[in-house]
């Protein structure tokens, strides 16, 4: 897709990248941008990471089921066509985080996510052959994986995350971010962009950055996304931050 008017770059399992990229379709559909979605597995951007150290116990294998996922998002691709990614992430995501949370513990170590019983029926939702699931073991797939990653990479730099918005390219200039913890109303969509991408606009800027953050606003978290009250939180907000 040489005419996209935007590259994102996801992982299927990062929460913040989902709730970014809802943001972004919704100002895609109100400003007829076109979106192509690329890869970028946080599993082999932290492949030299000392996963017992740096992060809690279940990122491993939530990390190394979106490596499994992207595979998929890879074969898809080959066979099917760029705007199939799309789908194929907008049905993982909806099943993964827009639902309610899977109950019981589950097998220490591995990830409901990179299974064909999990994945098959989000294939079959995002209208494509659910033989696809044989790509979540296809190691040869991580060639195309990694690059897509390394090509993330080169356009930010490595001391990022997931999602990676490469405005206008493939001139302009991309980003680590947004990342928002919940969704703004349609309305506030465009104003959140149009700051966007006019700080992406200005060459000097490089950062604008806080730790303190709420926890993602998503279902399958078991946070409510659609609770009374919430979109007046989100306009509180909005009404706080202006003044």
């Known amino acids: 897709m040489t005419d996209a008017d935007l590259h994102f770059y996801f992982d299927p399992t990062c929460p913040f990248a989902w709730l970014t990229s809802k943001w972004v379709r919704t100002v895609a559909a109100r400003r007829d941008h076109r979106v192509d979605w690329r890869f970028i597995s946080l599993r082999l951007l932290n492949e030299h990471v000392d996963y017992d150290a740096w992060f809690p116990p279940e990122y491993e294998a939530g990390h190394t089921a979106g490596l499994h996922l992207l595979r998929v998002a890879a074969r898809t691709r080959a066979e099917h066509g760029r705007e199939a990614v799309g789908r194929l992430y907008a049905a993982l995501g909806a099943h993964t985080f827009d639902a309610d949370p899977v109950p019981g513990p589950g097998t220490p170590g591995e990830d409901r996510r990179a299974t064909p019983a999990f994945l098959e029926p989000v294939l079959e939702a995002a209208g494509l052959p659910p033989g696809l699931a044989a790509a979540l073991e296809d ?23 997931t999602p990676i918005i490469h405005f206008g390219p493939p001139e302009g200039v991309a980003f680590f971010g947004p990342v928002i913890s919940r969704l703004p109303g349609e309305d506030e969509a465009l104003e959140l962009w149009d700051h966007v991408v006019a700080l992406a ?18 279902r399958g978290l078991g946070a409510a996304p659609d609770r009374p009250g919430a979109e007046e939180d989100w306009h509180a907000g909005s009404r706080r931050t202006k003044k």
Do not use: I, W
Not at 207 to 217: G, M, T, V, Y
């Open 139 to 161: 190691e040869s797939l991580d060639a195309v994986v990694r690059a897509e990653t390394e090509e993330a990479l080169a356009l930010t730099g490595r001391d990022v995350g």
């Open 201 to 218: 606009r200005f060459p000097g800027f490089a950062e604008l950055k806080r730790s303190l953050r709420e926890q993602p606003q998503l």
